[in-house]
């Protein structure tokens, strides 16, 4: 088990001790393959967001070993077109289960990256990382629109590969986010890349003023957060949205609903919206969330994904990676951990170039 004294930055009142972020760090690292690959448990999929984000989480604890195998992980599995197919079977072959492949899924991985990079100083993996974050940026912005919105996927190849134009508001935030973290390995590595900073300030641009460029999803709580914890939306623009919706998506003592109007909370959505609460500045509101949603941690360390609150019952019964993950990142952000605020807090990531028809009035 990962050492209390390597999570003391992970404490939390409330939310975590330094034994229980360790069992929860172990308990992520468990269902870990010796490949390095991370399924949302054992004998479930694999998909490449929650691959990352549950990477992202071992190296918060200091686990950057298992960090960087799943990183190598990532690299082997590449096609040839920079991308990665949306899901994968838990076996040795693995096997696609969802041939598509989404933008969002793709571009994800700059973000676990850098963060690699910002937790370790590894100079070499970067270098070796490069050429996966480059060809996987590359795939995305081949699915940019003029209007600055990245379509959702491109379908199976054995189905002729047509490209899913439609833009969707939480995954092109998180795309923003991803973007803005490549440009940063490119300006490290001193190798400039004017398209990648013209496509982040059309879509941080289109975030931003244009909600009509993307599809409806409104009834979903990620819609209404992830522009901020993307870093599109930020000042009082963000306290102007978060505060909009609070009452419609919030539940007070559970934590977040994850679409209208079903009664269900879910722990990654509850801990997605304490980062962006801490992005806000709003570190009270996001501790609390967080002391919220313990009542979903599970002995072995583990969080079940939600709770349907008017049947008092957990649903789905799975106890997932990423939820885990997303809950030491939140707690890591709060804690100072440098890697994490740098690449939530963006202070320091590159913001791009909008055009001049996007900054004259």
């Given at each position: 088990?990962t ?5 003391e930055r ?13 069992h ?16 949302w ?13 549950a ?43 969802d041939?598509?492949?989404?933008t ?18 590894d ?49 092109c ?9 490549a440009?940063?390995?490119?300006e ?13 300030g ?12 993307f ?20 000042g009082?623009?963000a306290?102007e ?10 539940v ?23 980062l ?7 570190s ?12 979903l ?17 957990v649903?789905?019964?799975?106890l997932?990676t ?13 804690g ?26």
């Open positions: 088990m050492s209390p004294g390597r999570t992970l404490v939390l009142p409330g939310v975590l001790t330094a034994e229980q972020a360790a929860t760090v172990a308990a992520i690292a468990a269902e870990q393959r010796p490949d390095g690959a991370i399924p448990f054992r004998g479930h999929h694999l998909d490449p967001w929650d691959h990352v984000e990477a992202m989480a071992l190296d918060a604890a200091g686990e950057h070993t298992r960090a960087e195998a799943a990183y190598r992980w990532l690299a082997a599995h590449q096609n040839s077109d920079g991308s990665w197919y949306a899901a994968y079977a838990d076996g040795a072959a693995d096997e696609p289960t041939r598509g492949r989404e969002n899924f793709v571009a994800y991985a700059a973000v676990g990256v850098w963060h690699h990079y910002l937790a370790t100083g100079d070499a993996f970067l270098d070796r990382m490069w050429p996966t974050v480059y060809a996987a940026v590359e795939f995305v912005l081949q699915l940019q629109q003029p209007g600055g919105q990245i379509g959702w996927k491109r379908e199976d190849p054995e189905d002729g590969g047509i490209d899913r134009t439609e833009a969707l508001l939480t995954g935030s998180s795309i923003h986010q991803a973007l803005r973290c440009l940063a390995i490119a490290h590595r001193e190798e400039p890349q004017p398209d990648w900073e013209l496509a982040v059309l879509l941080g641009h289109a975030i931003r003023s244009h909600p009509e460029r599809a409806d999803k409104s009834r979903y709580s990620m819609d209404w957060y992830y522009p901020v914890l993307g870093g599109a939306v930020t009082a623009a306290k949205r978060i505060e909009e919706r609070w009452d419609d998506f919030v007070p003592g559970l934590g977040v609903r994850c679409v209208l109007p079903n009664p269900w909370v879910t722990g990654g959505e509850s801990c997605e919206l304490a962006a609460l801490w992005v806000m500045g709003e009270d509101r996001a501790v609390e969330i967080l002391q919220w949603i313990q009542h941690r599970a002995e072995n360390g583990l969080y079940w994904t939600g709770y349907v609150f008017e049947d008092r019952a649903w789905p019964e799975e997932t990423w939820t885990a993950g997303s809950l030491l990142l939140a707690a890591a952000a709060l100072g951990d440098e890697a994490t605020t740098a690449v939530f807090g963006g202070e320091r990531l590159p913001v791009g170039l909008e055009p001049d028809c996007c900054t004259q009035p």
